[in-house]
């Protein structure tokens, strides 16, 4: 007793698996209640159970199994996951139960099973029950069998796999024990139920009786057996299936899927195993077929035959060789024995190979069609037998041109077979392969047929009319026959009677017409452009319903048919419609009554509408003699403008224009009426096809009259419509008048026909040129010079469509007479124009000599044969399809050992599919596996020849012939990794732009799993391409179908395939709301349109109706009863009603752990009966996520305009929003959560107090939510409870949270603790009042639940809780030891630990002080202390915050802190701002201490300075260069403190590890984040971090300049000014600080320079803001900081680049950019003089001023001389100066150019250059000649150097260094001192004195030049000083010009300390200091500005001082103001 105690204490999972078979028994009894009580299919309750159902059913006691089986069976019902399972719990009841002895136990078992296979696991069910056939035990076995054969009888073969049971059938029925045998009896039985006579083949080996008793039990069976019982994902179609309206052919793809109605007979072919005989051949088999003896190739082809009979399916292989060998018996072979066994086994090949069958079916066709010339009755059997198990491998378009060829054959027998095979080929054809094109064509041919002379031959055609009446219906046939005698027509009836059809009609929708009764059913909305249009009729295969719309529209481009009226007809229907005096005005000999007849005819056709009369009655009736031949011009006029009207208001059919267009185009010859005569041409172009009109036309005036002006202008207007229309029509007929018009008299006609067509050669190419190859050699050189102009042109965009005026043609006498045409999906692609040049048939030159050298075994035979292959392909060009044995043999050579052969194979298949056009399709099954095969091949040039050949045959046959014979999936499957990264790219490339259902989905469907594995691969490359090809494979398949492929994916592979799903599913194209059967109440047709339209309506814009009104039409009434305009939301009280029925429990409550289908009905009805607009509704709740999105925007957009509605619903939203936060689409759950911040940002603004009804339907999911696994959303439910605490009570919030660290999710544990974190720091203890944990209420039970977690299993969760208690700590001190109870010594040392370490923070004052209060109903306190502060104070943005201290007119010292919004930021910073008062109020005297202790301006001061340093040694050269500095000579710049932070409450430092967010947060939307984020950069700056910014400056400078721009472009507003201090402040701040601003880039200076630029050049507003002249001020001051501290060359290239931007692109709203750009550029021309030569990258700056010189050379300038060319002579100053700095050695830096004669700047550089030059000899005073330099920095400005040579003096030092570089010793040395002699003399060229040495010796100069240069770049080197004599240098003055820059360097730091006036020279002009407040137009005086005269650096050559002059007398004067300085300082 006890143990029964003691097991029964036990949970539930426990006693399953207990050691007593009692406590199993009632622990399986406990589980049945308990699965059947959960109602959450994916609860995780069953997850405990998952790995202990495979224990149930293998339970050892007989009682406890039986229960077991019972547990089993209902968690197998019930559970989500009971999938997973299978396996496992399969293997045991095969194992233990289904051949048990109790019957219970063997029914529960095979209940079980076919549970199993009902949760859609058939295929693992299947495969454990075919193993348990494999048992000894016979019981076993039978009872396996039996369950098959129950499953197969319930579920059909749809589901039950009958192939893999096929091959068990003659072992099992041989078996020994009765019971197996019986059974299997009956699972034969069963089958043959299901699939018929396909059975039959896997008992023919059976024994004789068996099969007799078999046969006999099949008796009255054999298909058309229906399932009944269905998958889970079938079940609610198949309720759905009685009651839904199947018209639309949906529902025939359903009854494919579940499995209902006709299962249809299966073909054995499936079932069969294929066989592999091409091994098996004998050795000598094709010797033995060569063989002269007849009895030799009898016996090779009895071999053959014997293999066959075993093999009735043939393994896939390459059977080439074979299929050459048949066919040449067959055609060549002289025994007519062999011919009739030879083409047997041809039969038996192609019925083995089927569909595989299809590279050698058209030759093989060819070849049975010759010989049907045979007479012996056995040969034409085996042909027709042949031919016929041929042909379903290939189709009527591919051997078109053979059976052409064979009704043209003069032997009767060939004709009349070929007719009586045609007849067979269509019983077996669908009707859609049976196109326009084909009927056409065959049609044709068969009518000529029918006038042969041979009764058998026109029996025969009539047979095959007959037959394609019957496919594709009499209506799409007649048009084609045209009128044949009675006797005729009377048999094709007959043979369309007789036919029979046997092939299974794709999509079973014949000639459906919508129904007219219900409005609100979905099939009735109309289509674009009719009332009430007519579908298209379509044969059976016709496509699905998606069509339809596209299919009415081309019926509406196609012209209205009618028949033509007598004239007594006409002139009955004009007595009606006009008076009688207008009848006879028309015609009458006065022209000014036939004017006023006209008038009144035209006023009276204006009123007239479709329906009351058509185009024909109203031409004929204007046309009446005179007509449009009127000799009166104003009369005529009258008469085409009222033939215009007509053209453009009436439908107009060919027959109706024929009657008015001969006479319009006779008038384009009148130069009064040729204008509006083309306008008339152009609308019965738009009405009746533009084709008839050129023909007409053409033909007209060409043939039937004679007026040369008519021919020219009827070639301009034909040159003006295709570009117009567009050209997709025959150019046979164009080509032959135009030939005419070319040999023309008149120069006029031969003019507009050549232009016409070089426009005609956009359409058709440049073949256009041969079809005039017969023309004279001038013509045709004309016409290839206008062919020419457009060769590298596209046509344009046609801007007219056929059938504009045709759309109400479905009403009104035409419409009545409408026919409905057959179309096909070819159809849908706008046709090409046809190559009609004569092709060549190059089947007889491919002789058997010529494929036999193409398959020698020497590769030079091979090679030769090739070249003759394509000789003879060029020479014939165009050719025609037919190739004879070439396809087989050239395949072969495309994978050819020699990579060489194989490069010349696939060059040759492109000329191929060029010269063969589109009929190179045919081919594509032989040719494309060997193309595939060459993209994996290991050399890049052959993967290069395949891809350009694939693309040459994709264009000519489309890509689509491609996915065809599962050659992909053969090429991926097999291939390298190589091969499927291209092949795949290749897709990827490809299938977006394949039209759907263009080829067959399965083609893709089985690439499914490849492509899987590729995202899988271990090749980077083949993962990339194949996650690429994932979006289009879904675009053809769509996301489920490749979403249930994953089931047979690894649970590893899973997860990742899936992702990569998810990530392609929301780029797939939004399809269209599913229409919506007749007992749904959901409107149709949801779309975004239904919002926008309401926008719309709202806004006062029109929204155009697509058709004309028809208010009596009951479709339009649908339509518009369908489209809901109602606001999204209504504003009413209904939510007080849903509060009321929620508490009495009236509803379903809102609570659930996954939701189920209740809660979206519970929803649904809830939104419907608050009137919630339905679309909106249908949007919420479709299964595609895009509309979710859509739904969210909709909600978004209406959030501004209609606020109070949302609150009036928003129980609703919020309840619609936990539904979405199931979802697993990441990007609805994001949208979503921006939403709801919008939401309550909105209820916050409105004071808004959330209800307790609406807060229960929401913060728990979000507390849910607050655990997912990505950061963005984690964060984003953060950032709402935020708000959340605004307008609900703190407490309760609190106590949801805490409900959430009950959760087993660990990550939302830890984020639950520090939200909890959050609430304690924020808002105190008093949270913790109303929330507690699970224990009760209080506090207390809060922490102790909190403290619980201290010593959980995460670390996070640790961590956070950990945080937590010592929040509490610091609010409410020791008594919190106390309230978190007993907790382990571990959890309580780290509990002081942390306490300690969160102390040294912030003391628990600190803390304590910056609560925030909370009211009675825990809410915070918050609207008092709004109202005390001051009113300027309420936004942080506008607060008058000194942004710098340069601004005098502010008051540094108190600034006001800035506020921030409580809802937006954390508490912490809520606390730093808020001056709160009260019990929680912060201590005022110790801020006021604090602030007094950090200075906020530092006031310059007069320190005792020490001089020690002037004492020491004067360096030799300047300070180490640095190159971000703008002038050497600036002191460091002082790290002072910046106003922008020191004047406010110091925020937190930012760390440096979080620089990059800080500074992405400055280009914040959030104004206060923003500026948050620069006061934490400037608080880095001033505290000397300024080296970590390093790495972030040119992202700090972008985020500055976005900053601007989002505020430039913002509206204005008075926050805007005070951001932009900010802005200013933090530049300044930046630029000031030393080592800042070096590593900005070009890119970061161009948009800082130009936003800056932008703001100071816009035009003023009106009024002016009172502070814009100080933001004017202020802006102008950094840009001074800018130009004068940033980088120099990404400062020149941002500015040229800036300027060559402006120069066309000026903005209005800026009139003053460009000149505000130009003083900018001045002021850094002013400052370049005093740059280092070294510190400019010439190169970059030199390709910018290219650019700008390309752009706009001096040309431009001249063009346009109202634009100012300042901008060009600015420029080209700045290229003066540069020479002026670098030399002759500036022509080194154009190695960035990649031409430099593109521009102007390469000849001005030698200008300046030239006028240097010039210059310097004549400053060069005499003595220089003969005495010494002024200086070596100077250069030899010397004659000799003018002339080319050097000076002697000069000449041996560089010989003497050159002689040193020669030695070992010395060369380094030697080296450096040439660089330096470089440097000093530029215009030295070493290379020219270098000539005769060796090339080797020059390089070893060059390399060691640069590494010279290199190390110079890293340190200072000594200057080298030559050693010349005295008496030729004087070098007395180096030392003093290099020193005087570290004195002057020394003298500008000692100027600052003492606050010292500095010297204004521009070059030597220091940063400017923090509190110098001059403007950029101060600093830019007007003088500086050019003037026209003094911006031409030419004439500024003359008053510029040299360099080293001014340093002589700076020296001097140095030197002395140092000596007084020490001496004053030493008294």
């Not at 605490?1285 to 949270?1297: A, D, E, H, I, W």
Request: glycine share 6%; with cysteine; proline share 6%.
């Amino acid at each position: 007793m006890e143990d029964e105690n003691e097991f029964k204490k036990l949970p539930t999972e426990e006693k399953c698996v207990h050691k007593l078979w009692k406590a199993r028994v009632a622990g399986y009894e406990e589980a049945i209640k308990l699965f059947n009580q959960i109602d959450d299919e994916k609860s995780p309750e069953w997850n405990k159970y998952l790995g202990l159902v495979k224990k149930f059913v293998i339970d050892s006691n007989a009682v406890a199994q039986e229960k077991g089986l019972e547990a089993a069976l209902v968690f197998v019902e019930n559970c989500g996951h009971a999938g997973k399972t299978t396996g496992e719990v399969m293997s045991g009841i095969v194992a233990k139960c289904i051949a048990a002895p109790k019957t219970k136990t063997k029914d529960l078992a095979l209940q079980i099973t076919l549970m199993y296979i009902e949760i859609e696991k058939h295929e693992i069910v299947e495969e454990e029950l075919l193993k348990g056939m494999e048992q000894k035990n016979p019981k076993v076995v039978a009872a396996c069998i039996a369950a098959l054969n129950t499953a197969l009888k319930q579920f059909g073969n749809k589901v039950i796999a009958i192939k893999p049971m096929v091959k068990k059938i003659p072992i099992l029925l041989a078996d020994r024990d009765k019971t197996v045998r019986d059974e299997m009896k009956a699972l034969v039985i069963e089958m043959h139920r299901w699939i018929g006579g396909a059975i039959e083949p896997h008992i023919a080996s059976l024994q004789a009786v068996v099969q007799q008793e078999l046969r006999e039990s099949f008796a009255g069976t054999g298909g058309g057996a229906q399932p009944t019982r269905y998958l889970r994902s079938q079940q609610n179609r198949v309720r759905d299936t009685p009651t839904a309206d199947t018209t639309d052919g949906a529902a025939e793809d359903d009854d494919a899927e579940i499995g209902n109605g006709d299962s249809g007979e299966m073909d054995p072919y499936d079932l069969l195993d294929p066989v592999e005989i091409l091994s098996k051949l004998p050795k000598d088999f094709y010797d033995k077929l060569e063989n002269k003896k007849w009895q030799e190739r009898k016996e090779a082809l009895d071999v053959l035959e014997n293999l066959l009979k075993n093999a009735p399916k043939l393994e896939p292989g390459d059977y080439a060789d074979l299929v050459r060998a048949l066919k040449k018996v067959i055609s060549k072979d002289t025994n007519v024995m062999l011919v009739a066994l030879g083409t047997r086994l041809m039969g038996m090949v192609a019925t083995g190979l089927r569909s595989k069958f299809q590279p050698y079916a058209v030759s093989c066709i060819q070849a049975c069609l010759e010989k049907f010339k045979e007479k012996k009755p056995n040969v034409v059997t085996a042909l027709r037998e042949c031919i016929d198990a041929i042909y379903p491998s290939t189709n009527l378009e591919a051997i078109m041109e053979d059976m052409l060829a064979a009704f043209d054959n003069k032997n009767p027998s060939i004709k009349a077979e070929s007719a009586t095979f045609l007849a067979r080929s269509l019983c077996v054809t669908q009707p859609a392969a049976f196109n326009k094109k084909l009927i056409k064509a065959y049609v044709a041919s068969l009518l000529k047929l029918l006038e042969s002379a041979d009764p058998i031959v026109r029996d025969a055609a009539s047979e095959a009319l007959g037959t394609a009446t019957k496919l594709v219906g009499e209506k799409n046939i007649a048009p084609h026959i045209g009128k044949l005698d009675n006797l005729k027509e009377q048999k094709i009836k007959e043979f369309a009677d007789k036919a029979e059809i046997k092939v299974k009609i794709s999509a079973p929708k014949k000639d459906v017409k919508p129904k007219a009764a219900p409005t609100g059913k979905g099939d009735a909305k109309p289509s674009a452009g009719s009332a009430q249009p007519k579908p298209v009729k379509r044969p059976p295969s016709a496509k699905k319903p998606a069509a339809t719309k596209k299919a009415v529209s081309k019926v509406q481009q196609s012209p209205p048919r009618e028949q033509e009226l007598s004239p007594e007809e006409v002139d009955a229907r004009a007595e009606v419609l006009f008076p009688p005096d207008v009848i006879s005005g028309l015609v009458d000999g006065n022209w000014k009554n036939r004017l006023a007849a006209v008038q009144s005819f035209h006023s009276t056709i204006q009123g007239l509408t479709t329906e009351d009369t058509s185009a024909q009655v109203l031409y004929r009736v204007l046309n009446k003699k005179p007509g449009l031949k009127d000799t009166n011009v104003q009369v005529l006029k009258a008469r085409l403008e009222a033939c215009k009207y007509i053209t453009e208001n009436f439908p107009v059919s060919t027959i109706a224009a024929d009657f008015v267009l001969h006479d319009v185009v006779n008038k384009l010859g009148e130069a009064s009426c040729s204008s509006i005569s083309s306008d008339c041409l152009t609308s019965l172009a738009e009405g009746c096809g533009l084709e008839h009109v050129i023909n007409e036309g053409l033909g007209f005036a060409m043939d039937s009259q004679k007026n040369p002006k008519v021919q020219s202008e009827m070639f301009n207007w034909m040159t003006n419509s295709i570009k117009e229309f567009g050209f997709s029509m025959n150019v046979k007929s164009i080509i032959a008048h135009s030939k005419k018009a070319l040999s023309a008299t008149n120069p006029n006609v031969r003019t507009s026909t050549v232009n016409f067509l070089g426009v005609l050669s956009l359409y058709v190419g440049p073949s256009l040129l041969n079809h005039f190859d017969s023309e004279k050699p001038a013509t045709k050189q004309l016409i290839s010079l206008e062919m020419d102009k457009y060769a590298n042109s596209t046509p344009p965009t046609p801007t007219r469509q056929l059938g504009r005026v045709s759309k109400s043609a479905s009403k009104g006498s035409v419409g009545d007479e409408l026919e409905d045409v057959y179309e096909d999906a070819a159809d849908d692609e706008p046709a090409v124009a046809e190559d009609t040049r004569p092709r060549t048939d190059i089947a007889p030159l491919i002789t058997d000599t010529l494929v036999g050298e193409m398959n020698d075994k020497n590769w030079k035979v091979r090679n030769e044969a090739l070249d003759k292959l394509k000789a003879i392909i060029v020479n014939s060009a165009p050719i025609k399809p037919t190739l004879g044995e070439l396809p087989a043999a050239l395949a072969a050579r495309l994978l050819d050992s020699n990579s060489k052969l194989a490069q010349s194979a696939l060059q040759i298949c492109e000329v191929i599919a060029t010269s063969m056009g589109p009929k190179c399709k045919q081919h594509v099954r032989t040719f494309f596996p060997g193309f595939f095969q060459a993209f994996g091949d290991s050399k890049q040039w052959i993967r290069a020849a395949a891809v350009a050949c694939v693309e040459a045959w994709c264009r000519e046959a489309g890509a689509a012939a491609a996915l065809d014979g599962e050659m992909v999936h053969d090429a991926l499957r097999s291939g390298s990794p190589v091969l499927r990264a291209a092949l795949f790219a290749w897709l990827a490339e490809k299938l977006p732009n394949i039209p759907p259902r263009s080829f067959p989905r399965e083609e893709l469907t089985v690439c499914v799993a490849l492509l899987y594995a590729g995202v899988e691969d271990r090749s980077a490359d083949v993962r990339k391409a194949a996650a690429d090809c994932v979006l289009p494979f879904m675009l053809h398949l769509g996301y489920e179908p490749m979403h249930k492929q994953l089931d047979k994916l690894k649970p590893g592979s899973k997860s990742v395939v899936l992702a990569v799903l998810d990530k392609a599913r929301p780029n797939l194209p939004v399809q269209p709301l599913p229409a919506k059967s007749k007992g749904k109440e959901e409107p149709r047709g949801v779309k975004s349109a239904g919002a926008m339209k309401k926008e719309a309506e709202k806004k006062g814009v029109a929204v155009k109706a697509k058709g004309p009104a028809k208010p009596a039409s009951a479709s339009s009434r649908g339509k518009k009863e369908d489209e809901d305009c109602t606001p999204l939301l209504p504003n009413n009280n209904a939510k007080n009603q849903r509060i009321v029925d929620d508490q009495k429990l009236k509803v379903l409550k809102w609570n659930f752990t996954t939701p189920r289908e209740e809660f979206f009905d519970l929803l649904k009805d809830q939104m419907n009966s608050a009137g919630m607009n339905k679309q909106l509704i249908a949007n919420m709740f479709h299964t595609d996520f895009r509309y979710h999105l859509k739904a969210i925007e909709a909600l978004s957009e209406d959030l501004h305009e209609n606020g109070p509605a949302l609150i009036a619903n928003l129980d609703l939203v919020l309840k619609w929003l936990t539904l979405r936060f199931f979802d697993t689409n990441p990007s609805v759950i994001l949208k979503g959560l921006e939403y709801l911040s919008q939401v309550f940002q909105y209820l916050i603004d409105s004071d808004y107090t959330m209800a307790e009804y609406e807060a229960n339907c929401f913060i728990p999911y979000l507390v849910l939510k607050v655990g997912d696994p990505k950061d963005t959303v984690r964060n984003g439910v953060k950032a709402l409870f935020r708000q959340i605490c605004v307008v609900y009570s703190v407490t309760k919030l609190f106590g949801y949270l805490m409900e959430g660290l009950k959760s087993k999710n660990a990550r939302q544990r830890a984020e639950c603790l520090e939200c909890i974190n959050h609430l304690l720091e924020t808002y105190g203890s008093t949270v913790m009042s109303g929330g507690g944990g699970g224990g009760g209420g209080g506090g207390g039970a809060a922490l102790r639940d909190v403290a619980r977690l201290i010593g959980d299993r995460d670390n996070a969760v640790r961590s956070a809780a950990l945080n937590c208690v010592a929040s509490a700590y610091f609010l409410d001190g020791e008594k919190v030891y106390k309230s978190i109870g007993q907790i382990s010594d571990k959890d309580l040392s780290l509990l002081e630990e942390r306490i300690k370490r969160a102390g040294k923070t912030r003391s628990a004052e600190a803390r304590r002080s910056m609560v925030v209060p909370l009211s009675a109903s825990g809410r915070p306190i918050l609207q008092q202390q709004h109202q005390q502060l001051p009113e300027e104070h309420e936004r942080v943005i506008t607060v008058e915050t000194t942004p710098g201290a340069e601004y005098e007119e502010e008051e540094p010292d108190e600034p006001p802190p800035p506020p921030v919004q409580h809802t937006h930021v954390s508490a912490r910073r809520v606390e730093e701002v808020r001056a709160v008062s009260g019990p929680f109020g912060l201590d005022s005297e110790l801020i006021a201490r604090l602030d007094a202790a950090v200075p906020v301006v530092r006031r310059p001061e007069l320190p005792d300075l020490d001089l020690k340093f002037l004492d020491e040694p004067v360096r030799a050269l300047s300070a180490p260069h640095r190159p971000s500095s703008i002038v050497a000579l600036s002191p460091p710049r002082a790290a002072a403190p910046h106003p922008l932070v020191s004047a406010q409450p110091l925020p937190a430092a930012v760390d440096d590890s979080q620089l990059a967010d800080t500074i992405h947060s400055i280009a914040s939307p959030d104004l206060n984040a923003a500026i948050r984020a620069l006061s934490l950069i400037s608080g880095a700056l001033v505290s000397g971090r300024g080296a970590a910014l390093a790495a972030h400056e040119a992202r700090l400078v972008a985020a500055v300049a976005a900053q601007l721009r989002r505020l430039r472009t913002a509206p204005p507003d008075a926050s805007a000014l005070p951001a932009y201090k900010y802005l200013a402040g933090a530049l300044t701040t930046f630029y000031e600080t030393a080592g800042c601003g070096g590593a900005v880039g070009e890119a970061a200076l161009r948009a800082l320079v130009g936003e800056l630029l932008l703001l100071l050049g816009a035009a003023p507003a009106r009024p002016a803001p009172p502070d814009a002249e100080r933001l004017v001020r202020i802006l102008n001051n950094v840009c001074v900081r800018v130009l004068e501290h940033s980088p120099r060359t990404p400062l020149l290239c941002a500015i040229v680049s800036l300027l060559h931007d402006s120069i066309v692109e000026s903005d209005p709203a800026y009139p003053r950019y460009q000149d505000l750009l130009l003083k900018c550029f001045w002021k850094t021309l002013k400052m370049i003089s005093s740059w280092e030569v070294n510190s400019i990258d010439y190169d970059a700056v030199l390709y910018k001023i290219h650019l700008f010189y390309k752009a706009y050379p001096n040309s431009y300038w001249k063009k346009n001389p109202e634009i100012s060319d300042t901008p060009y002579r600015t420029v080209k100053t700045l290229v003066h100066t540069l020479v002026k700095m670098k030399g002759a050695s500036i022509t080194n830096h154009l190695t960035q150019i990649p031409d430099v004669n593109e521009s102007d700047l390469y000849p001005y550089l030698h200008k300046v250059l030239k006028q240097l030059k010039l210059d310097e000899k004549k400053e060069a005073p005499p003595d220089n000649m003969n005495g010494s330099l002024q200086s070596l920095g100077m250069g030899v400005t010397n004659t000799a150097l003018t002339s080319g040579r050097l000076p002697r003096a000069l000449h041996e030092e560089l010989a003497l260094i050159l002689k040193r570089i020669g030695s070992k010793e010395h060369n380094r040395e030697a080296l450096a001192q040439l660089y330096d002699l470089r440097e000093r003399h530029p215009e030295v060229d070493i290379w020219t004195f270098m000539a005769g040495s060796s090339f080797y010796f020059r390089n070893y100069v060059e390399c060691g030049l640069r590494e010279v240069a290199e190390q110079r770049k890293m340190r200072a080197h000594p200057v080298y000083k030559p050693e010349i004599k005295a008496e030729q240098i004087d070098v007395s003055n180096e030392n003093d010009e290099k020193s005087h820059v570290d004195f002057l360097e020394r003298l500008r730091a000692l100027q600052i300390k003492a606050g010292l006036k500095m010297d204004s020279n521009p070059s030597s002009q220091p940063r400017t200091p923090v509190n110098d407040n001059r403007a950029l137009t101060d600093s830019i005086n007007d003088n500086t500005l050019p003037r026209t005269h003094s911006i031409d650096p030419q004439l500024e050559l003359h008053s510029t001082q040299s360099v080293s002059q001014k340093n002589e007398a700076a020296v001097d004067a140095l030197r002395l103001k140092l000596q007084q300085i020490k001496s004053s300082s030493k008294r």
